[in-house]
């Protein structure tokens, strides 16, 4: 039988509230994903997980700020605060995230050239993260994902997960978005028009 996995994404420190990147309302989705968690058979975390100087921090290039854009040679990527540097504090998974059950832990964004927002594929869109071939490998065909932040690294891996050919459902009451412009519209919209259904 076709099996099913719940993927819990970057329930970090940085990115709940007083962490470096910061989601609105980030810790508040915790038990709800503890609800998930307990609902579902298996379940994958990723962890952002950077190097320190990692090409996707401000303060690595002289001159830019948190949130501005600069041109990487795979294409324009926002520039972020320092956050999830490998071993700290704000890169541990919440104390609230009952997180012992999960049977695989994918970290991501630690080649220091490269960000990636997907539990999938890194930005440059080709470097995969190898968790398409561990759920197929395991015979799971669909996803469930939740998690942090929704217009980021949970719409992205939605995308490249349906790519895969997994049918997959967002669950928005589990997530929270960073909304940089009007990314969580745009990212909301393109989730929709990819085959993501969102409940
Ligand atoms: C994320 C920006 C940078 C995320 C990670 O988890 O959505 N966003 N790194
Ligand atoms: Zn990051």
Redesign the pocket.
């Known amino acids: 039988m076709a099996g099913k996995a719940l993927v819990v994404i970057d329930m970090q420190y940085d990115f709940c509230p007083g962490g470096a990147l910061a989601v609105a309302g980030g810790d508040e989705i915790i038990p709800v994903i503890n609800r998930l968690i307990g609902d579902h058979d298996h379940v994958v975390l990723t962890q ?1 997980w ?1 190097p320190a100087g990692h090409s ?1 921090f401000a303060s690595s290039h002289p001159g830019k700020t948190p949130f501005g854009m600069i041109d990487m040679p795979y294409g324009p990527q926002t520039l ?1 605060p320092d ?2 540097i490998q071993g700290t504090r704000g890169a541990a998974f919440h104390d609230g995230l009952e997180w012992t059950k999960a049977e695989l832990v994918i970290r991501k ?1 630690f080649r220091r050239p490269i ?1 990636s927002y997907s539990a999938f594929f890194e930005n440059d869109r080709t470097t995969p993260t190898g968790l398409a071939g561990y759920l197929k490998e395991r015979g799971i065909s669909e996803v469930v994902l939740c998690g942090l932040a929704t217009d980021f690294c949970v719409a992205f891996s939605a995308i490249d997960a349906v790519k895969h050919g997994l049918s997959t459902t967002v669950m928005l009451d589990a997530c929270r978005g960073i909304d940089l412009g009007e990314s969580m519209a745009a990212m909301t919209e393109t989730m929709k028009a990819e085959g993501v259904t969102l409940a």
Do not use: L, T
Request: charged residues 25%; contains cysteine; hydrophobic residues 10%.
């Open positions: 952002d950077h996707s972020w956050h999830c964004g960000d």
